[in-house]
């Protein structure tokens, strides 16, 4: 018999659910694409108490646009990920530089850990911002 799992996480935009006055929930797939997220875009140091959490590949968008950094970038996600988020397991991470943008493209494949989904991808563009 498949197990399932049901995954909730605040909302990172802290709004107020219009009926109940609690905070809004964010559920399953979309509670993990956010943690990713948040998870990623962390600077190693940023967080209180924490200072180990993060991957640290802002640092990483300020050295050269090219394959290898672009393989450094996908180590720091790999680590990351596999470290902080039990709740998947990695299936693949491919981060291409794009020269016309001036980022990366990065592109996570992972299934979800204690359930039958299909397998789940989340797609994003890092680029330097100052």
Do not use: W
Not at 12 to 32: C, E, N, R, Y
Not at 35 to 43: D, E, G, V
């Amino acid at each position: 018999m498949p197990t399932f799992q049901t995954f909730k996480d605040l909302s990172i935009t802290f709004k107020k659910h219009p009926v109940s006055d609690d905070l809004v929930q964010v559920k399953d797939k979309a509670a993990i694409f956010q943690s990713i997220t948040a998870l990623l875009m962390t600077n190693k140091g940023e967080r209180p108490f924490k200072p180990d959490l993060g991957s640290g590949i802002r640092e990483s968008l300020f050295e050269p646009l090219d394959y290898a950094t672009g393989g450094l970038i996908r180590g720091q996600v790999i680590d990351c990920i596999n470290r902080y988020e039990p709740r998947i397991s990695l299936d693949n991470v491919i981060v291409e530089p794009d020269d016309l943008n001036n980022g990366y493209n990065v592109e996570i494949f992972f299934t979800i850990v204690g359930r039958d989904d299909t397998p789940e991808a989340v797609e994003f563009f890092l680029e330097r911002t100052r």
